[in-house]
């Protein structure tokens, strides 16, 4: 049944005025009015909240438009226009696609209602407005970032490796003392930020300062081992960049704004640069370009060079396109359940070697051991293919209760059932542009009563014809699909007599993919560790001894 969708957003939580309870409130009494009481008591709430209109990235409008396009609603009601979005391409395309699914969009406080061509238009003309406000909102975020490079202020949060934050007191225009924060050098920590530039520089990849921080036993100040992920932000940061000739020069020849006079680039001060990433509710930080920066000289020493800040950018801007990406997926077993001797993690790595048989070669690696380079472990890699299919026989030979086997088949149930749900998803959504067609077919067929003999006449039956061929492939399809359905169902009692005809996972494995062997094996093997010599299988159930460890 199809109902009426009621979309509420608000950039933050403040408990007043056109709040989230608000906005609803008032879109049920429009529900009631227009549609009846019925309508207004079964309308889905879709909420945002803390999610700007500057985009359509927010999760609650993702499961209304997957509704929408579901064909689940009929309408859409927003409290106001600006609620939905402040862009206008965003809403110009948001409007054809609930034009195309046959969707009514109505905004109260506009009165606005896409039923009609005037009000089509007059959303366009208010999304403008819209778009106007939020570019202005932006451009007076951006003048107060520009007046806080003025002063070259720490604005809080997580201080860079190598500094602190204090607190000094400033004199404003008026006279009075205000507390306002600064960064202070960690001499310990600044040496170790020295350190990473020189080593980046001398090895050329971030894998290899990882591995040689590792090394000589440098952690950070929570104790923990460098990973390249930190490394690559520090590297990336302009806090370090010292204020000099050779900073001023790179900074300007990539557009960044400087918001200080070149007198400033003393050669002692380190640089702040303010609007450097774009955060959003529910998406990755992104890194902006540096056109974007707003930079000043700030109030802390610098510790990197121009000339070493530049020359490390540059390399990192070189090795992107030469940087390593691990196969999304492969056929090893063991993931996440190997181990090393060490008590690092193993995973699998696929080499450019193939088997006899075609299959791709790969080998299980210790983390710790390719992160340090070897100077923290030094066990020999196993071969992975050969250790899953040892594996595997010796599961062969274990008597497993009925119930295990039982489960490992209901995975491959569940994705038979997994398959049907997405059937039936688009099984709904054939029926409905079959009964939508056949509506256009109907329309058009009464409409022919009224055209007189002529080409009018002539298209509308050509059209006609038209809607009946999609209407027919539709019925084929439909067929198609509910056929391939009756043959990936595994039922309740089918699912018994097959666990009751296997015997042992010898039998089962022979009848399952790399998937259903690998959630086999999650099913018996609690882990499995590597000595460089040979592996230990621990199973599921094994006796703990005292400490935690199971035996091995």
């Not at 006079?261 to 990433?277: C, K, L, Q, S």
């Not at 700030?298 to 020359?311: C, D, F, V």
């Not at 609690?526 to 460890?549: N, P």
Request: proline share 3%; with cysteine.
């Amino acid at each position: 049944m199809e109902t009426i969708a009621v979309y509420s957003r608000k950039s933050k939580f403040t408990g007043k005025g056109e709040s989230i309870g608000n906005q609803v409130e008032l879109c049920r009494d429009y529900i009631r009015l227009h549609y009846g009481e019925e309508a207004a008591e079964q309308a889905i709430v879709y909420e945002d909240e803390g999610f700007s209109g500057k985009n359509l990235n927010r999760p609650d409008f993702k499961r209304m438009m997957q509704a929408a396009k579901s064909r689940k609603i009929r309408a859409i009601v927003v409290y106001r226009l600006d609620r939905i979005s402040r862009n206008i391409s965003d809403f110009s395309a948001l409007i054809e696609e609930l034009s195309r699914l046959g969707i009514d969009f109505v905004s109260i406080r506009e009165q606005f209602d896409t039923a009609t061509p005037m009000g089509r238009a007059m959303m366009y003309i208010a999304s403008v407005f819209s778009q106007l406000e939020r570019e202005t909102i932006a451009e007076r975020i951006r003048d107060n970032m520009r007046e806080l490079a003025k002063t070259g202020r720490w604005l809080g949060g997580i201080t860079p490796t190598g500094y602190t934050s204090e607190s000094v007191s400033r004199m404003t225009v008026d006279g009075k003392s205000r507390k306002v924060c600064k960064l202070k050098l960690l001499p310990d920590e600044a040496d170790t930020v020295k350190l990473i530039y020189t080593l980046f520089l001398q090895g050329g990849s971030l894998t290899c300062t990882e591995a040689e921080l590792m090394r000589r036993k440098v952690v950070s100040k929570n104790g923990n081992f460098y990973t390249r992920f930190t490394i690559k932000s520090i590297l990336q940061n302009p806090v370090y960049l010292i204020a000099d000739d050779e900073a001023y020069a790179y900074l300007t020849e990539h557009q960044a704004e400087l918001f200080c006079d070149r007198a400033e680039f003393d050669g002692v001060h380190g640089i702040m640069a303010y609007h450097r990433t774009d955060q959003q509710k529910g998406r990755t930080t992104r890194c902006l370009p540096m056109q974007e920066w707003i930079v000043s000289v700030g109030a802390h020493p610098g510790l990197i060079s121009g000339r070493q800040w530049g020359m490390v950018q540059e390399l990192l801007e070189r090795n992107r396109s030469r940087s390593y990406r691990q196969p999304r997926s492969n056929e090893a077993l063991l993931t996440g359940m190997i181990y090393c001797s060490c008590g690092s993690r193993m995973y699998p790595k696929l080499t450019d070697r193939k088997a006899a048989d075609g299959r791709a070669i790969y080998t299980y690696l210790c983390k710790q051991k390719e992160r340090s380079r070897g100077s923290l472990c030094k066990g020999k890699n196993v071969r992975g293919n050969a250790l899953d299919a040892a594996v595997l026989e010796e599961l062969k030979k274990i008597p497993v209760p009925k119930e295990l086997l039982c489960a490992a088949l209901l995975r491959n149930r569940g994705d038979c059932v997994g398959a049907q749900d997405d059937c039936g998803a688009q099984r709904s959504r054939l029926l409905a542009e079959q009964t939508q067609t056949q509506r256009k077919i109907d329309a058009l067929v009464d409409s022919l009563a009224d055209i007189p003999t002529g080409a009018a006449r002539e298209s509308v039956a050509k059209r006609v014809e038209e809607l009946c061929a999609a209407r027919d492939a539709l019925a084929a399809q439909l067929a198609q699909l509910d056929l391939d359905g009756a043959q990936t169902v595994l039922g309740a009692q089918e699912l018994e007599e097959k666990a009751a005809q296997l015997a042992s996972p010898k039998q089962l494995l022979a009848q399952m993919d790399v998937e259903g062997r690998r959630a086999l094996v999650r099913a018996l093997v609690r882990r499995v560790v590597w000595d460089g010599t040979c592996a230990q299988v621990v199973l599921l159930g094994a006796q703990e001894e005292e400490g935690g460890d199971p035996p091995i």
